[in-house]
């Protein structure tokens, strides 16, 4: 798996869009880069996952830079129930994943 | 589908003693992995099987660590002996071949012992 690294905390509004950068400078071109959550005391989310392209879901977006070395999760009106740790991950193959220390993201009111 | 269902949710016992978790996996899934989540270490992978079979338990500590999967909609993970290092939450997960990378987990078992 590729190393990656989070800031290990970040704080968002209420409404406001968070946005959760990922380095992976290290990924190679077959990684995919995943991003989970685990809210507290839960089994990790998957959220969204992505190679190249800009992925959009009912959960969030993912914007990867062009050269891949890095990576933005946006979560675009944040509630408080989106407080948790979030995770990216950068893997070819699922079934290794590494989760590392993720971001604590705390929204607030 | 219940989702990848675990048992016990909560587990307390004395050293020595032999644990045994459990783990249904969403059925038509063919991936289950055994992750261990502990503050100093985070979540771990333990062992994964695909189609029942086991394809890597480096992540098992050690000896005392053992995990089967009898059949497709079931699966054990058994520390015997016990050792208070051991407690931890663990989580079971499954995924399916040709999917998202989406793991599926259950809600986990928290181990404590004493």
């Known amino acids: 798996d590729a190393k990656t690294t989070q800031p290990p905390s970040m704080d968002c509004a209420e409404g406001r869009a968070a946005n959760l950068p990922c380095n992976h400078s290290?990924?190679?071109?077959?990684?995919?880069v995943y991003w989970y959550r685990q809210i507290h005391s839960q089994g990790p989310q998957y959220i969204i996952h992505?190679?190249?392209n800009n992925e959009t879901n009912e959960m969030a977006s993912l914007i990867i830079t062009e050269d891949r070395k890095s990576s933005t999760l946006i979560l675009p009106h944040a509630t408080l129930r989106d407080t948790a740790v979030y995770y990216c991950?950068?893997?070819?193959?699922?079934?290794?994943?590494?989760f590392g220390s993720g971001t604590k993201l705390n929204v607030k009111p | 589908d219940a989702g990848v269902i675990q048992s016990p949710r909560h587990e307390v016992t004395e050293m020595g003693q032999e644990v045994t978790l459990r783990c249904k996996p969403i059925?038509?899934?063919?991936?289950l992995f055994w992750y261990r989540q502990t503050m100093m270490r985070g979540l771990e992978l333990l062992i994964y099987?695909?189609?029942?079979?086991?394809?890597?338990d480096s992540g098992m500590p050690e000896d005392r660590f053992s995990a089967k999967m009898p059949n497709a909609s079931f699966s054990t993970l058994k520390i015997q002996p016990s050792e208070p290092r051991d407690s931890a939450v663990y989580f079971c997960?499954?995924?399916?071949?040709?999917?998202?990378?989406?793991?599926?987990f259950g809600e986990g078992s928290r181990l404590t012992v004493l």
């Open positions: 997960a499954s995924s399916f071949y040709g999917g998202s990378g989406e793991l599926f």
């Open positions: 290290t990924i190679s071109g077959n990684e995919y």
């Open positions: 992505g190679l190249k």
């Open positions: 991950i950068g893997s070819y193959n699922f079934n290794k994943f590494y």
């Open positions: 059925s038509g899934h063919d991936y």
């Open positions: 099987f695909n189609n029942n079979v086991p394809i890597d």
